[in-house]
């Protein structure tokens, strides 16, 4: 395929992605298919001789649609929502084409240098505190990881090394391997899967924090365990938070937690994969506080800010901690910039050696939306639920509510008023309005 | 962005892909900037209202370009080859579109069955024994990481739990961390420093195992290193070897050390993420003779097979030990197909969570090329090479070559003739050639 045909074949392809996404609805979210369907439908071994374009794409609907769970179909409800946006595929595009592989400064410094500062942009939209940011000059930083996974696995890794230093230079008799033995991490009962996976990678012991009524994790009950563990000569070194659980996306108490982690000597990491998204709204922001306190904090815009997967966004206060856990710098992938301490050389900073130009979707995103656009983007579900709800009820003509507007969120207001109100009128009240609410969000257009 | 101006921008895009790609030898290939120019030429933070679409195009000359290190420049001669392909960027622009996150065969089962396939396929390309194939019914399959070093890292976790359950079947009394810290790995004093790095991360101690003068891993070395590791109470559990060298593509003996690593209980990982493509080819399959003795092999098809980053192709010879590393299966990541035994849940496979519909861009280059063009390809250097070189050497008239075909290769004989010849005659003819091939690829279209 030349460059005249791929012009050719690109703008097809143009049209066969909006054309996908346009009536996405019609199709069936979830495949009708059996384990195995698909490789009965292609041929067992690649073709000889190269076969036409036109076959290839009359297999993607022959073959690959049949099987495709639609993630971006309005009736998809499952696991998490991914984000997708045509300003996000455009840089895609852009970044497969210009094809850097930019694991160091020199390997593609555009690569290296956007990507630091549109992590200073997303750190300014959710108002971190300035010791996350690169550009002012602290020790800080960010970074894109491709999964929250490998966020989450890289801040555990960077503790335990930081842990084993801190121990060794004060106990020079212990050896690494006895440390490693009596390292134990904490997390939540209710923490994703992949942070205990963080720590079976990690060789060291976790522990789940049982949550309260809330499913959220307290000061007490953590404090608890860690002096019973120290008690028991174990070292604890390590917590990850997390702000919005996949259950019930529940929070973490961080703003007691976090002190406490950095009494203890204990690296926090905060995994708010799912929930992030919401801080750069000032009405959900106050859910991230604490964050003054951890060690690296991680959320994952291709879940709810309209980048494609994959972009996982991870800043640490210290770059020098996650630098400092693997450094290796054999000569054919050194460069003459690298010891200025002005370049950022990414390949340190995570578990693949390559990398991808991610940050330009970033780019194109942020640019293309703006930050009130981005907001609007997160307000929208629940506004216009709140306002679908509060329509219904008024047809409904049993009970009647007026709304208000509160930091830019439609907000219905349930005012207690007649003198003659008793118990069971605002219990059947509240049935009405949880009933209305079920079969609004049963429809298929929510 | 609504769908139609998505049509109109996306088209545009297209052209710019195809222009940036066409003219990309008028570019200058490293660029001259300083660390840190980036930051000044855009605004220290996020627009808050969207920008026009034709500004950031613009900026993406301004901007991007100065520091973009072309990797698909023709002059490029830097760090190791990247695929570039525009049936690959087609395929991932449908990738984009479709935005499945296949870490489990219900999250879309077609990103999960054309990755088997496609990974059979490619498989069978490289001849590779039935064992590793997951089509055969065996126990064996391939899967899609990022990169090599993800391979490298998930092929030590497995061995290292492998090792672990199996010592402590026999040595009861053996603590999970007394084993873990005899366990010992080995690779080449001459392997990629991901090699060294995943035992960092694994917290294994690694040797390197001296080579020999052709920068090889040899036998009678290794096996002495081992027992002597042995006699010193230490636990041999894994091998890493390499086929194709970064610093000079060297290859280690995998028919010498197969042998011993399998006799020895050691998983023997092969790491041939360069030079692996070669291998589709038949005249350097044998290259790869001893493979059948390895755990686990894996090459990079987004270095030499015309199939984008990120894509870096693993077989296992059994799933279980790759998967009983780490299972882990929350209740919201369960489906009903899961114990059914026919399904592949990649997300055990692998660090990360989610993960992309790669195999897409794999089926349209496998197709768009067919295997003859392929193994075309990667035949192209050296035979247009070779016969550039015979045109130089004819032209020179100073010695006098013929050329032969040899497995579809273009061979240079050089045939010792005269009667009359003297050591100093074949001396000088062989500078002569080296001379007017060192003058051939200073030449920019090489």
């Not at 106990?171 to 009962?189: C, G, H």
Request: glycine letters at 6%; a negative charge; charged letters at 25%.
């Amino acid at each position: 395929m030349d460059a005249e045909e791929f012009r050719r074949r690109g703008k097809e392809m143009v049209d066969l992605v909006a054309d996908y996404l346009e009536n996405i609805e019609d199709r069936p979210v979830y495949p009708d298919v059996e384990p195995g369907y698909l490789r009965s439908l292609i041929p067992t071994e690649a073709p000889q001789d190269p076969e036409n374009y036109e076959d290839i794409i009359k297999d993607v609907e022959r073959v690959i649609m049949p099987g495709i769970t639609h993630w971006h179909s309005p009736n998809f409800f499952a696991y998490f929502p991914t984000a997708s946006s045509y300003p996000a595929m455009l840089a895609d595009m852009l970044c497969g084409a210009i094809g850097c592989i930019g694991f160091s400064w020199a390997a593609s410094p555009a690569c290296t240098e956007l990507e630091t500062v549109m992590l200073d942009w997303l750190g300014k939209m959710l108002q971190l505190p300035e010791c996350f940011l690169a550009g002012t000059h602290g020790q800080g930083g960010g970074v894109i990881q491709g999964t929250a996974s490998e966020a989450t696995l890289m801040s555990l890794l960077a503790a335990r090394c930081k842990a084993v230093r801190r121990i060794q230079a004060t106990n020079s008799d212990m050896s690494e391997m006895e440390i490693l033995s009596k390292l134990v991490a904490y997390t939540s009962d209710q923490a994703h899967s992949s942070v205990e996976r963080a720590a079976l990678i990690g060789g060291v012991k976790m522990k789940k924090v049982p949550t309260d009524e809330h499913y959220a994790v307290r000061k007490d009950m953590f404090m608890k365990m860690v002096e019973e563990d120290k008690a028991d000569g174990l070292l604890p070194f390590y917590f990850c938070a997390t702000l919005g659980t996949t259950p019930s996306c529940a929070f973490d108490k961080t703003e007691e937690l976090g002190p406490l982690c950095n009494e203890e000597n204990m690296w926090m990491h905060i995994d708010a994969a799912y929930a992030g998204s919401a801080f750069i709204c000032p009405e959900f922001r106050p859910l991230l506080n604490g964050v003054e306190f951890a060690d690296s904090f991680n959320f994952n815009p291709h879940k709810w800010l309209l980048i494609n997967f994959d972009c996982s966004a991870m800043w640490v206060k210290k770059r020098a901690d996650l630098i400092g856990a693997f450094k290796m710098d054999p000569l054919y992938l050194k460069h003459e910039n690298q010891e200025s301490g002005l370049v950022t050389d990414y390949r340190h900073w995570q578990i693949p050696l390559g990398r991808r130009f991610r940050s330009l979707k970033m780019w194109f995103v942020f640019r293309m939306y703006g930050l009130n656009g981005l907001q609007a983007y997160i307000r929208k579900g629940s506004n216009e639920l709140n306002q679908n709800l509060l329509k219904r009820i008024t047809q409904c003509r049993e009970i009647h509510l007026v709304p208000c507007q509160l930091s830019g969120r439609f907000v219905l207001r349930f005012a207690i008023c007649a003198r003659k109100i008793e118990s069971h009128h605002v219990q059947k009240a509240w049935q009405h309005i949880t009933q209305l609410t079920f079969e609004l969000l049963q429809e298929p257009e929510h």
